[in-house]
């Protein structure tokens, strides 16, 4: 796989998307940690431990990544794809910023 490099706009995303009124649903949550973790590749998934059999959350976040990876999506493409979702959140719950 090769590096793909943080886009400005993904990067402006993760930080708002600490900045929301509310918090977001699990599966909101869920979808952005696939998309984040898609997006960075820090590590690729495929380096990337399997969870305990007892840590649930754990889990749900690697099997959401899993979905996106499965899917083909591309680490650009995910970067993408998470700053439209953390937009989508922002006028959702609203914004401090």
């Given at each position: 796989?090769t590096?793909?490099?943080?886009?400005?706009?993904f990067?402006k995303?993760?930080k708002?998307?600490?900045?929301?009124?509310a918090?977001?649903d699990n599966?909101?949550?869920l979808?952005l940690?696939?998309?984040?973790?898609q997006g960075?590749?820090?590590?690729?998934?495929?380096?990337?431990?399997?969870?305990g059999?007892?840590d649930l959350?754990?889990?749900?976040?690697?099997?959401?990544?899993?979905?996106?990876e499965?899917e083909?999506v591309?680490?650009k493409?995910a970067q993408?794809?998470?700053v439209k979702k953390?937009n989508a959140l922002?006028?959702k719950?609203?914004?401090e910023?």
């Amino acid at each position: 796989m090769t590096f793909t490099p943080k886009t400005p706009a993904f990067e402006k995303a993760v930080k708002d998307s600490r900045n929301l009124k509310a918090k977001p649903d699990n599966d909101e949550l869920l979808e952005l940690y696939s998309l984040f973790k898609q997006g960075s590749q820090d590590p690729p998934f495929a380096e990337a431990p399997k969870p305990g059999m007892f840590d649930l959350t754990g889990k749900a976040k690697y099997n959401a990544w899993k979905q996106v990876e499965d899917e083909g999506v591309s680490a650009k493409d995910a970067q993408e794809k998470y700053v439209k979702k953390v937009n989508a959140l922002k006028e959702k719950y609203g914004f401090e910023g």
